[in-house]
């Protein structure tokens, strides 16, 4: 398609687009996760599998290690390891892609030193400890996915002196006016246009110590300072995520975009002044359960 008659068209249907990830990032029953469009999104998403990669070769693309990985999907963040590891133990937990996966290992010469496991990553026993603990299944502050979950449980296998990809999430939220149309609640952002008018400083709302998380309801209040008089009636949501010492991810399009969820009722701030924002939310359930309150100072 001639590129200049592309953008017209995106330009054409911007507010038709605003929700368009968010359907292409919903679990999909059918697809025991997402639907078929969303592992394209991932695959081609070069800022989010270049973060994977960097921190790879952070510590030496896992040479002679053995790793397990949770949810690798298409191999998108496996086949950058795996030529080098000693041992992997790969989960997935859709019987759908079993096949491209076998294949796949199986035209690269990777089959003998893989371990296929397919099955809920929360329920899985390992043989034996291992150097690394990789997976992506993030969602924004974690609401959605089971990452937390799936990693208090996994690093029960981590030797002492393993490593996790990802370690840490910082949680970031910010005040904000925004458009919500009949039957929504949040969306990712896709387009700057379809970001909210933001009425205060941005803080941090809590960070997620994968290494040691074990708690999944996030309950919790924090202060911010308004910049501008209006109706706060949304959150603007930002992830920021440590894959390694000084390797980071801050989210793209296709993972942990930033999110914008509407309040439980709506505040009006006056500027120089400051907000209490309480949070109330659970990992790994869904954002549209979360609860998002503003009082007065």
């Keep these: 398609m001639e590129l200049n008659k592309l953008y017209h068209d995106i330009i054409d ?19 025991y996760g997402f639907p078929e469009i969303y592992y394209k999104i991932m695959e081609t998403d070069k800022l989010r599998v270049n973060a994977f990669r960097r921190a790879f070769a952070h510590y030496n693309n896992l040479k002679d290690a053995v790793v397990c990985e949770a949810g690798i999907g298409r191999l998108a963040l496996t086949q950058h390891y795996l ?8 989960i997935e937990n859709n019987p759908n ?35 690394y603990l990789i997976g992506e299944l993030m969602s924004i502050y974690c609401a959605n996915e089971y990452q937390v979950q799936i990693f208090k449980h996994l ?43 933001l009425l205060s400083n941005q803080v941090l709302l809590n960070t997620i110590d994968l290494h040691t998380a074990s ?3 996030i309950k919790k209040k924090v202060k911010l300072q308004n910049f501008l008089s209006g109706e706060a009636n949304c959150i603007y949501m930002n992830s920021l995520v440590q894959m390694a010492e000084g390797i980071n991810f801050t989210g793209t399009d296709s993972l942990m975009p930033p999110t914008v969820l509407k309040l439980t009722q709506a505040a009006t701030l006056k500027g120089g002044e400051k907000s209490i924002l309480q949070a109330n939310f659970t990992y790994g359930t869904s954002l549209d359960q979360a609860e998002f309150t503003v009082f007065e100072n």
């Design 97 to 131: 892609i079993v096949d491209f996966i076998k294949d796949t290992l199986a035209k690269n010469g990777w089959t003998h030193k893989v371990e296929l496991i397919i099955g809920d990553a929360m329920k899985v026993q390992l043989p034996e400890k291992v150097d």
């Design 83 to 90: 030529p080098y590891v000693k041992k992997a133990y790969l």
């Design 155 to 197: 690093r029960k296998f981590l030797k002492p002196e393993g490593r996790m990809m990802p370690e840490k999430i910082h949680n970031l939220v910010q005040l904000g006016n925004a458009e919500f149309e009949h039957g929504h609640k949040h969306y990712p952002l896709l387009f700057t246009r379809h970001w909210p008018e």
């Design 13 to 31: 249907h911007f507010d038709d687009l605003k929700y368009a990830l968010l359907d292409a990032q919903t679990f999909d029953p059918k697809h």
């Design 215 to 217: 708690r999944y309801k």
